[in-house]
């Protein structure tokens, strides 16, 4: 019986009290725990803000103006994470046109870089599977996000040939990652021809933009994730007007050499070097 006075400690209690005393120790002892915690928090977040987002979004119903309202419950998550990202050519995207905005791919952060920029009406192209990520998918489909099949490429071809009969009858912009997936290595991956293909088919033109190599404070093989910098470079247009299907190699490796020279010196890395494509 509890004698009047002391008080008793269940088992769950004791096993609070040791959670919220390691927890501290092993986020300050352990850089992997801390980046497990960083990267865990980032996706939880996300997903709880995607619960904001959707009754906010479902008001107008699937349409491509909610991207703005994803945008903003996303844009304070760099200050979260300490990342400071320095935008250059905010100029080229002065365009009234449709155009296809290509940039390269290392990792989930780029979801930050992009919602630095985004412009208004513009979509990002995303794997299928993204649509099945709980909240964040839904709000995704609420924002008007595009999602292909990687499976099967006819049916990713033929949902950005829909894409630029979209672009044109609507007005949107469409943001494709080329690489076509995550490229943790620090370079850039050969580009898959779809961008380029669905500019050339709604004769739009392509606005390049390379997010400078996150080395300095995340590597995921490494298992570290600090505070950083990012720079953010939007590039001159690329015209396609007058362009057909045959141009498209010729356009995608011209739009990947510039970009990867930028990405390079962003990254300062040598221009010669750590270029993985062999084209
Ligand atoms: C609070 C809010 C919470 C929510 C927060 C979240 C919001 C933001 C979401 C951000 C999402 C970002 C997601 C990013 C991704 O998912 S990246 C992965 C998906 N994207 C891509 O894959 C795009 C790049 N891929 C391509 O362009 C591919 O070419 C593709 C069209 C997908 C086909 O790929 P694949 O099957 O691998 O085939 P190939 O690339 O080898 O192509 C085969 C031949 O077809 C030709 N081709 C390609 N596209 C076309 C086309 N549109 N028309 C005609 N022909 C086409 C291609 O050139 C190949 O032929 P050749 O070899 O050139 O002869
Ligand atoms: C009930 C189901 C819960 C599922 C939880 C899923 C967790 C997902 C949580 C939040 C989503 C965060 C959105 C981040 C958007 C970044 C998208 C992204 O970077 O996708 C990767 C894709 O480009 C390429 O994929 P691969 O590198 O080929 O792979």
């Given at each position: 019986?509890?004698?009047?006075?002391?008080?008793?400690?269940?088992?769950?209690?004791?096993?609070?009290?040791?959670?919220?005393?390691?927890?501290?120790?092993?986020?300050?002892?352990?850089?992997?725990?801390?980046?497990?915690?960083?990267?865990?928090?980032?996706?939880?977040?996300?997903?709880?803000?995607?619960?904001?987002?959707?009754?906010?979004?479902?008001?107008?119903?699937?349409?491509?103006?909610?991207?703005?309202?994803?945008?903003?419950?996303?844009?304070?998550?760099?200050?979260?994470?300490?990342?400071?990202?320095?935008?250059?050519?905010?100029?080229n995207f002065s365009l009234k046109e449709p155009y296809v905005v290509v940039?390269?791919?290392?990792?989930?952060?780029?979801?930050?870089?992009?919602?630095?920029?985004?412009p208004?009406r513009c979509?990002?192209?995303?794997?299928?599977?993204?649509?099945?990520?709980?909240?964040?998918?839904?709000?995704?489909?609420?924002?008007?996000?595009?999602?292909?099949?990687?499976?099967?490429?006819?049916?990713?071809?033929?949902?950005?040939?829909?894409?630029?009969?979209?672009m044109?009858?609507?007005d949107v912009r469409v943001w494709v990652?080329?690489?076509?997936?995550?490229?943790?290595?620090?370079?850039?991956?050969?580009?898959?021809?779809?961008a380029?293909?669905l500019a050339?088919?709604a004769q739009v033109p392509i606005i390049p933009?390379?997010?400078?190599?996150?080395?300095?404070?995340?590597?995921?093989?490494?298992?570290?994730?600090?505070?950083?910098?990012?720079?953010?470079?939007i590039?001159?247009k690329v015209e396609t007007?007058?362009?057909?299907?045959?141009?498209?190699?010729?356009?995608?490796?011209?739009?990947?050499?510039?970009?990867?020279?930028?990405?390079?010196?962003?990254?300062?890395?040598?221009?010669?070097?750590?270029?993985?494509?062999?084209?």
């Amino acid at each position: 019986m509890q004698q009047a006075g002391t008080m008793e400690i269940s088992v769950g209690q004791w096993i609070l009290i040791l959670v919220l005393i390691l927890v501290p120790l092993l986020y300050e002892w352990s850089a992997t725990f801390k980046y497990l915690c960083k990267m865990a928090f980032y996706n939880g977040w996300i997903l709880l803000l995607a619960v904001l987002a959707i009754p906010i979004c479902a008001v107008r119903g699937r349409n491509v103006e909610n991207m703005r309202i994803l945008r903003f419950l996303l844009l304070h998550i760099k200050y979260l994470y300490g990342i400071k990202i320095e935008v250059r050519g905010w100029e080229n995207f002065s365009l009234k046109e449709p155009y296809v905005v290509v940039s390269n791919h290392q990792s989930e952060l780029d979801l930050l870089g992009m919602m630095e920029i985004l412009p208004n009406r513009c979509v990002p192209i995303a794997k299928r599977e993204l649509m099945y990520a709980g909240t964040a998918g839904l709000a995704c489909w609420l924002a008007g996000v595009i999602f292909i099949n990687r499976k099967k490429t006819d049916d990713a071809i033929s949902v950005m040939s829909e894409a630029a009969q979209t672009m044109l009858r609507e007005d949107v912009r469409v943001w494709v990652f080329p690489e076509g997936t995550r490229n943790h290595d620090g370079s850039m991956l050969p580009f898959k021809r779809g961008a380029f293909h669905l500019a050339v088919q709604a004769q739009v033109p392509i606005i390049p933009i390379v997010m400078s190599s996150y080395k300095d404070f995340y590597n995921k093989k490494e298992r570290r994730f600090t505070t950083g910098k990012c720079m953010v470079r939007i590039l001159p247009k690329v015209e396609t007007r007058g362009l057909g299907p045959d141009e498209v190699p010729e356009l995608a490796d011209s739009v990947r050499k510039m970009m990867l020279a930028t990405f390079l010196e962003l990254s300062g890395e040598p221009s010669q070097s750590r270029d993985t494509c062999s084209q």
